[in-house]
């Protein structure tokens, strides 16, 4: 007969407090709190791994089979009423706040959800867990779940098959399975964090671990509790969770840390010792019972609240936390309990079958109308998305046809080179210099014996990767380079792609002494926000991103800045300054009806070109006195230029000009 044991709840309790405090990312005095609160599902992996085996390895012993047909019933009816529960009750909201995009994600994320395949389907996006933008994804949670389920599909009938041929080496099986998957676990991570994060194979070991106390436990009857080693589990869990960091390499061998301590805890913790007490008092067994209605819930509403607060201050996080406990609690007494004991087989499995085919309806609804686009058309008009995403395609043709012999200009950066370089083009001296335009975006970029290395992180950036090692290591462009343009986000400032400044000067060390200027960002707002969200929540022009940018500030001492480059000769392009001086009053926010960033850091490139233009042409002196102007023409000059080149005998007449 099954014994409830309330200190199991106590310790899933923890960590569904864990996880959840670690999404809402409270802060104190500039410090994140909790920042290792993601062992929380390390825990919950072990913790499921114990129970479901123990069922099964009962059941086996009990009759020698497995009714499979019992048992995926059981995780059906624990798993998907609260999961559509949730779903239905975030569709208007996605419908009403997320933008096309962000609606297509939303949409084959749940999509992805139903059939168990979030993980997979997060790792072959780029979601990069923990990132602010993944804070947004109201599903991204789910990829859990989708690791527990694809783990118990097979689970079962190995196990099955194990126990009936190799019973006498049933320990060992595990055991070398368990340590085929942390190995895998420890070298994957190396190169591929986020696959051995999002993984089955990778996570298995943790699952496993359960397991193989559940066999024990089976078999030989419960350890007696001891207060040490309870006490040393529940240690080694709280620890983990609250001195591991973002920087600590997970999962890998630190995970084994929690994982040991959850087993201790869960092998010697009972009523008898102080740990199992704590764990096991009322509150602590009330919010594990609870736990994965809490689960359920807390993203979605993190998510959508994050998306139309100006300010998701700690203040915004408790009332998100106060709402999550308040439907999690109503999810898990009128739909999570009842539908777990409810007898009505068939009006369950009716529910059910019929929810899956409402949600995979909206689903594909969602994804055959491409995010329903035409809700943005009120504050950002079809024909000027139109004509901004036509300008964005043309940045990986921009290189086609290379001059031999002609001086170069190399416009290099991240994610932001796409769109400063396509406006540049429009004012660099063509007859003159011959562009060439690069991104490492997600590129691992090394210099090495004198050659730029720099493979893709996924094989989706391998179109930006290849390019720019190509380009980057070919000496005879590099021979004629006349002027290397940085355009990078925050570039004295953002840790990722901290190389960018040794791969200028080694650059420069190859060029016909090139010069570089590196350019500085326009407006953006924080990481949690997106313009054309605040727009469209707010239906609101690009106006309110402007008075919502919190960057860059005015007078900002550069050469205190973490990655100023004081060893390297370059010129800094103030746009802002040289634009507006830092008075948002004067400052443009749009142009053609394009705004001046769609998402919170990355200007349009139709915004782009008539900023520069209105730069170039009005603040002169300023760049000639740079040296810009020895690279950019002004608008009215080439405007000039194509008058005069138009006309009879253009030549002499230009020939004649002082």
């Given amino acids: 007969m099954k014994v409830y044991r309330p200190e199991i709840d106590g310790l899933r309790a923890i960590s569904v407090i864990a996880v959840i405090l670690y999404h809402a990312e409270f802060t104190v005095a500039g410090h994140t709190l909790l920042q290792g609160g993601y062992i929380g599902v390390d825990v919950f992996f072990v913790i499921s791994g114990f129970l479901i085996s123990q069922i099964l390895l009962t059941e086996i012993e009990a009759t020698g089979r497995i009714d499979f047909l019992k048992f995926y019933a059981r995780r059906a009816r624990r798993i998907l009423p609260a999961l559509f529960a949730v779903i239905f009750a975030t569709i208007p909201f996605a419908y009403c706040l997320l933008l096309p995009s962000e609606l297509l994600d939303y949409a084959n994320s749940i999509g992805s959800a139903l059939i168990f395949g979030s993980n997979i389907y997060f790792y072959l996006t780029a979601a990069l867990y923990g990132e602010p933008s993944t804070l947004l994804k109201p599903f991204l949670h789910t990829w859990s779940l989708s690791v527990e389920e694809q783990f118990y599909i097979g689970f079962p009938f ?12 049933f320990l060992p099986c595990v055991l070398l399975v368990a340590s085929l998957s942390f190995v895998l676990c420890v070298l994957i991570v190396r190169y591929d964090q986020q696959q051995a994060f999002y993984s089955p194979l990778t996570r298995a070991w943790e699952l496993l671990a359960g397991t193989l106390l559940a066999y024990h436990e089976v078999r030989r009857g419960r350890t007696r509790p001891r207060p040490f080693l ?41 009523q008898q010792n102080a740990a199992g007490r704590l764990l096991a008092s009322r509150p602590a067994a009330l919010t594990g019972l609870i736990s994965y209605s809490l689960y359920l819930w807390h993203y979605p509403v993190f998510a ?248 860059p500030p005015a007078n900002q001492h550069l050469d205190q800045l973490p990655f100023f480059p004081s060893h390297l000769a370059f010129t800094y392009v103030d746009i802002v300054k040289l634009h507006c001086d830092y008075d948002k009053e004067k400052c443009l926010t749009s142009s053609r009806g394009v705004p001046f960033i769609t998402d919170w850091n990355h200007l349009t490139a139709e915004f782009l070109t008539t900023l520069i233009g209105d730069i170039l042409e009005k603040r002169t002196a300023d760049l000639r006195g740079d040296g810009l102007l020895d690279f950019l023409v002004p608008p009215h000059a080439r405007q000039s230029e194509r008058t005069a080149s138009s006309q009879p005998n253009a030549g002499r007449t230009s020939s004649a000009s002082p």
């Fill in 158 to 169: 190995l196990l099955l098959i194990v126990l009936r041929y190799l019973k006498s080496r």
């Fill in 230 to 270: 309870a006490a040393a589990g529940l240690v080694l869990v709280l620890g983990s969770l609250i001195f591991f960091g973002k920087d600590t390499v997970h999962p890998g061998r630190l995970t084994l840390i929690p994982v040991i301590g959850t087993c201790l805890v869960l092998a010697f913790a009972g």
């Fill in 304 to 551: 959508f609240w994050r998306l139309t607060s100006l300010n998701f201050d700690n203040g915004d996080k408790l009332l998100a936390i106060a709402v999550t406990v308040l439907v999690a609690v109503v999810s898990f007494v009128v739909i999570e309990k009842p539908f777990r004991h409810t007898r009505r087989s068939r009006a369950l499995w009716i529910t059910l079958s019929s929810s899956v085919a409402t949600i995979a309806a909206a689903v594909l609804s969602a994804i055959s109308m491409a995010g329903f686009p035409h809700r943005l058309d009120e504050v950002y008009s079809p024909l000027a998305q139109a004509n901004e995403a036509r300008l964005e395609s043309t940045f990986l043709s921009l290189n086609d046809n290379i001059q031999a012999a002609k001086p170069i200009i190399f416009i290099i950066g991240d994610s932001h080179a796409r769109n400063w370089s396509i406006a540049l083009k429009n004012y660099i001296d063509t007859d003159r210099y011959q562009i060439v335009a690069v991104s490492y975006l997600n590129c691992m970029v090394e210099i090495k014996n004198d050659i730029v290395k720099a493979p893709s992180r996924a094989s989706i950036y391998d179109k930006y990767c290849i390019p720019f090692e190509k380009y980057i290591n070919d000496k005879s462009l590099l021979s004629r380079t006349k002027a290397i343009f940085l355009t990078s986000l925050r570039p004295f400032e953002y840790t990722v792609n901290p190389f960018r400044f040794e791969l200028l000067s080694w650059m420069k060390s190859h060029s016909d002494d090139a010069r570089i200027f590196v350019f500085g960002n326009y407006f953006q707002l924080e990481e949690s926000q997106s313009c054309l969200g605040l727009m469209f929540q707010r239906r609101s022009d690009a106006s309110i991103c402007l008075r919502e940018a919190t960057y």
